[in-house]
């Protein structure tokens, strides 16, 4: 870790102790979570220590199995219990290999979008030109604390480089769902859970997908029939 700054080191730091946390709390083996994601014990061990540095679709993958949200680990929300069923078993191994890539694809798009050259993004992460390809083509897993860094300089949320349809993805939306749900005050839950309520959540969704000027053209037409 010579080469990271004191801050990406901290952070890799704070990670290992939140999965070391989350395992815990699910009553967790080493072993158990280092299967999960096809790593031997001392591998994921040193993830927990800080001392190796965790890709985004390990740590996805990770939460799938831990049945924690990943929003936990990426942005220090408190741990709530799981009660979403989960789909039929993955191959997380292939699921992982295959995130990999995506996340390598969606960093050289936002690249050219920057119009960085590869050197260029490559001397700002720290890293060497060929490291920076090998990830763009996904042959080499981008450390989660160095995709941070590089969604910070292409000026990027890493919710982009989430997992967002696969079976991972579904189910981390489907956490934030819940949380969301329950964040709500009493009244507005009560209000969301009435079937007769429906029709008015309908119609939110449908104006929440309008433009302004669509939204502006809908009150002058209330306002005309009002007046």
């Avoid at 080493?30 to 096809?38: E, K, N, S, T, W």
């Avoid at 969301?192 to 029709?199: E, L, Y």
Wanted: charged share 25%; net charge negative.
């Amino acid at each position: 870790m010579a080469n990271n700054s004191t801050a990406q080191i901290l952070r890799v730091k704070i990670i290992g102790a939140m999965l070391r946390e989350a395992r815990n709390a699910k009553g967790k083996e080493l072993g158990d979570c280092a299967q999960a994601i096809g790593l031997s014990s001392q591998e994921y061990e040193a993830y927990e220590l800080g001392e190796k540095f965790i890709s985004l679709p390990e740590l996805e993958s990770l939460s799938y199995y831990l049945e924690i949200p990943l929003g936990h680990f990426l942005s220090s929300e408190q741990l709530i219990e799981s009660k979403e069923e989960k789909s039929a078993s993955i191959d997380i191994n292939k699921l992982i290999q295959l995130r990999q890539r995506m996340i390598g694809a969606k960093v050289r798009q936002a690249r050219l979008e920057s119009q960085l050259s590869l050197d260029e993004l490559s001397q700002q992460i720290n890293v060497y030109p060929s490291t920076m390809s090998e990830y763009e083509l996904g042959q080499k897993a981008i450390p989660l604390h160095i995709l941070e860094n590089i969604s910070g300089i292409l000026n990027r949320s890493i919710r982009e480089f989430q997992d967002e349809h696969g079976p991972v993805g579904t189910w981390d939306t489907k956490q934030r769902a819940i949380k969301g749900f329950l964040e709500l005050t009493p009244e507005m839950q009560a209000f969301v859970s009435k079937p007769v309520n429906q029709p008015y959540l309908e119609l939110a969704q449908r104006l929440s997908h309008m433009s302004v000027d669509q939204l502006r053209a809908v009150a002058e037409g209330l306002l005309e029939i009002t007046y």
